[in-house]
C-alpha cells in the first residue's frame, strides 16, 4: 500500500493494511471494492490500497476468525462478498491500534526537536 | 479434523476468490465507464491497477496453503485436471502402465513360483550352479543329457571343492535313469548321484531313515545308500515307513 503522492511507492509497516481494513469494517461491513474506496477516501486519498493486496489480507483475517464473510447482492444488483468484523476482531483491532499508538508516539518523541 | 474440512472445502475457497476478484474488476470497469471511458480503456486501466491477476490468486491461496500436505494436494489435484483434460494421453499413459506392471508382475510370479519356491533347501538364494567356460570348442560330452558345461571332472570337482574361496561348500550331482524293482514290479525312474556333502549344503532333512552322507562317500566301498523322493515314497510305497533298509 504505497501513498499515493511518492513515486517511491514505499510499503506500510506489515499489519497496517489489516488493521485500516478493521476499522473500516468496524464502521460497517462492506465487499472488497468498497473497502478500497473507503480507505482511500478516509485518508484523503494520501493512502492508495494496492488493490491486489487486500485479498491476501482479506484471506489471513478470515483464516484468523476476525473477519466473517458472506455472499449478498449489493445495491448496485451485484453479487458481492461482504466482510462483516467479529467480536474477536475488535479486540485484535483495539489492541493493535494501541500498539500503533505507542509506536507512534515514540516515532514522534525521536523525530521531534529536543527539549532544553 | 480443521485441516481435513479445510482440505476438501479449498475448492469452494478457490472458486470463491477468483469470483470475488472477478467482481472487482467488473465493478471498477463499470464505473471507470460510467466516467466517461472507453470500455476497453477501461479494463485495461482496472487490470492494470489491480495487478497481477493470477498472481494475487496464488498469493491468496498460499494464505490458506499452510501445510506442505495442502501443497502436494493441490498438485495432485492439478495433475488429476489435467489428465482429464486430455483423455487420450491418459487413456494412452495408463494402458502403458498397465502393461508394463502387468507383464513385470506376471514375469516375477513365474519367476517366483519357478525359481525361488520351487527350491525346498536352506538360503535358495546363495546356491550356484558352476559351469565351465573355454574359449576353446572342447566337444560335447554328452553323457546322460544336460549341459555338457557344467560336467566337470571328479580331480576338477575335488579341486574346486578343496581350494576354492569363491564357494563355501561344493556339492556334486549327475542325474541317470534307472529302473527300480521293488516287490514284483519294475518302474523306471530318474536317479541323481550325488556326493556326500550333498544333502548337508543344502540343509535338507530326511522324513525317514537317514540321508547320505560324507561316510558314504567311498568309492565302490560305501554301503548302497539311496534317498527316495517324497513324492515318489508316496506314489509308489504310498507313504509306506516299512521301506527302509530292504535290499
Redesign the interface.
Known amino acids: 500500500m504505497p501513498p499515493t503522492n511518492n513515486p517511491d511507492q514505499r510499503d506500510l509497516f506489515p499489519g497496517a493494511l489489516e488493521i485500516m481494513v478493521l476499522e473500516s469494517l468496524r464502521r460497517q461491513p462492506m465487499h472488497g471494492y468498497a473497502l478500497v474506496k473507503h480507505i482511500k477516501l478516509r485518508s484523503n486519498e494520501l493512502l492508495l490500497v494496492e488493490e491486489g493486496s487486500l485479498y491476501p489480507a482479506l484471506q489471513r483475517l478470515l483464516k484468523e476468525g476476525l473477519v466473517k464473510c458472506e455472499w449478498k447482492i449489493s445495491a448496485t444488483n451485484r453479487r458481492v462478498r461482504t466482510y462483516r468484523i467479529t467480536p474477536s476482531g475488535v479486540k485484535h483491532l483495539e489492541r493493535e491500534v494501541s500498539r500503533f499508538n505507542q509506536m507512534l508516539e515514540g516515532i514522534t518523541l525521536v523525530l521531534s526537536p529536543a527539549k532544553l | 479434523v480443521q485441516w481435513l474440512r479445510q482440505l476438501f472445502s479449498d475448492g469452494q475457497i478457490y472458486r470463491?476468490?477468483s469470483?470475488?476478484?472477478q467482481?472487482?474488476l467488473?465493478?471498477?470497469i463499470q464505473e471507470l465507464v460510467a466516467g466517461g471511458m472507453k470500455p476497453k480503456e477501461a479494463e485495461y486501466q482496472a487490470r492494470r491497477?489491480?495487478?497481477?491477476v493470477v498472481?494475487?490468486e496464488e498469493?491468496?491461496r498460499?494464505?490458506?496453503q499452510s501445510s506442505r500436505l495442502e501443497s502436494i494436494w493441490f498438485d495432485l489435484k492439478y495433475a488429476l485436471r489435467q489428465l482429464r483434460k486430455s483423455p487420450g494421453f491418459t487413456l494412452a499413459a495408463v494402458f502403458t502402465l498397465a502393461l508394463g506392471m502387468g507383464v513385470n508382475t506376471a514375469i516375477f510370479t513365474i519367476f517366483d513360483r519357478v525359481l525361488l519356491r520351487t527350491m525346498p533347501i536352506r538360503k535358495p538364494g546363495e546356491i550356484v550352479l558352476l559351469k565351465e567356460h573355454s574359449r576353446f570348442e572342447t566337444g560335447q560330452l554328452d553323457m546322460w543329457a544336460g549341459d555338457p558345461e557344467t560336467y566337470f571332472a571328479y580331480p576338477a570337482y575335488q579341486a574346486l571343492r578343496d581350494g576354492g574361496h569363491m564357494i563355501e561348500k561344493l556339492a556334486a550331482s549327475t542325474t541317470a535313469p534307472v529302473t527300480i524293482v521293488s516287490h514284483n514290479e519294475a518302474d523306471k525312474a530318474k536317479m541323481q548321484a550325488v556326493s556326500g556333502n550333498y544333502f548337508s549344503l543344502l540343509g535338507v532333512q530326511p522324513v525317514l531313515g537317514r540321508v547320505l552322507t560324507l561316510s558314504d562317500d567311498v568309492y565302490h566301498e560305501g554301503s548302497a545308500v539311496a534317498v527316495m523322493s517324497d513324492s515318489y515314497w508316496r506314489g509308489h510305497f504310498g507313504s509306506d515307513p516299512s521301506v527302509l533298509n530292504q535290499q
Open positions: 470463491d476468490i469470483e470475488e476478484i467482481q472487482h467488473e465493478e471498477k491497477e489491480f495487478g497481477n498472481l494475487l498469493r491468496t498460499e494464505v490458506w
